[in-house]
């Protein structure tokens, strides 16, 4: 169940849009950090008597110590309308009318064609495999579609702002109950749709936002949320390629070497999909295609070059480099099929 406290706004952090960082005293006297999501509550100052969701903080969870600013009691009311009726956060207090692109972008149920989609199981498998693409194809227009496994609001992922920012990413699209991206969908399957014919990809990447929800039991997590997405890119005509979760640095048993949620994901996909050599072990997930592409560039270079410092699980690239390498190598692969124009003269095909 929540818990919920009230606390006073000591510091603004920084602020970008969607999100606030503050800083705030606790009934305690503690001093503490929380954010706070700007599109469902708006803004806070300095003084502000604020209500707090402090729950994941007092559990342990991975949230880096940070509360959610449930309402500002500064506000006697906050109203931002939306431009239609689809509503996010669906029957909870914080339920808003994000709107839907589909309605304005009917071309969203067209046909993809073959263009490159790499499915991600971990968030900082996404900018890795970005930042691979970019380097090999810096012309390329890649879009980012983020799910609703894990963060909900765009907002959250620093990696995006700055990969946005550097251009990098030409776009986003926020699917299900995520939301902030440039465009909104109601689903995986129009965002990619929305990806590929409203914003002009040619290469898109599909993962859920910061965080990851597992139980250590096989199926019990968001992550396997691949398998029916590889599914979905085959059954709409593009070319399915998964992005191989392996560590080197991780010290739980169910994720060294290749995870078992690349191992279940694939398992559970119909969708025959395309993998990066990297590891070598690939070549004994079931059902897939490996192919090796010709350049992967150093993970570790990609992010000295681009300022933009990766970590998984708050490893770094130096202490996980098996990680960085796989999630390089799915993006550079990418790049070597759009080079080509088609999977079916990508490296390694049949």
Not at 26 to 36: H, K, L, Q, S, T
Not at 180 to 189: F, R
Not at 214 to 242: F, H, K, Q, S
């Amino acid at each position: 169940m929540p818990t919920f406290r009230t606390a006073q706004v000591t510091e603004l952090i920084s602020e970008r849009r969607g999100l606030q960082r503050v800083r705030v005293r606790m009934p305690d006297g503690a001093d503490a950090r929380a954010y706070v999501l700007t599109q469902l509550v708006g803004g806070c100052a300095v003084g502000d008597t604020v209500v707090v969701n402090t729950t994941a903080v007092e559990l342990g969870l991975g949230t880096g110590g940070w509360h959610v600013v449930h309402w500002n009691l500064a506000h006697e009311e906050f109203v931002s309308p939306g431009p239609e009726h689809i509503m996010k956060l669906r029957y909870t207090s914080l339920q808003f009318d994000a709107g839907t692109d589909e309605l304005s972008h009917p071309e969203c149920d067209d046909p993809l064609g073959q263009i490159p989609v790499v499915v991600c199981s971990v968030h900082s498998q996404v900018a890795t495999a970005a930042l691979a693409f970019h380097a090999l194809q810096p012309d390329g227009r890649l879009v980012y579609v983020m799910t609703d496994g894990a963060s909900l609001p765009l907002a959250m992922s620093d990696l995006v702002a700055q990969l946005s920012d550097s251009g990098v990413l030409a776009g986003t699209v926020t699917a299900g109950h995520s939301f902030g991206g440039d465009l909104e969908a109601v689903t995986v399957a129009s965002a990619l749709g929305l990806a590929t014919h409203t914003l002009r990809a040619d290469t898109i990447l599909v993962g859920m936002g910061p965080g990851v929800v597992g139980t250590g039991t096989r199926l019990g997590t968001t992550a396997i949320e691949v398998a029916p997405i590889l599914d979905i890119v085959a059954a709409l005509g593009a070319t399915p390629i998964m992005c191989v979760r392996a560590s080197d640095g991780d010290p739980r048993g169910r994720h060294a070497g290749i995870s078992h949620h690349s191992v279940t994901s694939a398992g559970l996909s119909s969708a025959n999909p395309w993998v990066a050599a990297v590891p070598p072990e690939t070549a004994d997930l079931p059902g897939v295609r490996v192919a090796a592409a010709p350049e992967v560039p150093d993970a570790a270079d990609l992010m000295t070059r681009s300022g933009i410092a990766v970590t998984t699980m708050g490893r770094s690239v130096g202490e996980d480099p098996l990680f960085f390498a796989a999630a390089a190598a799915a993006g550079a692969l990418a790049a070597e099929m759009l080079r080509t124009g088609s999977h079916l003269s990508a490296p390694g095909a049949p």
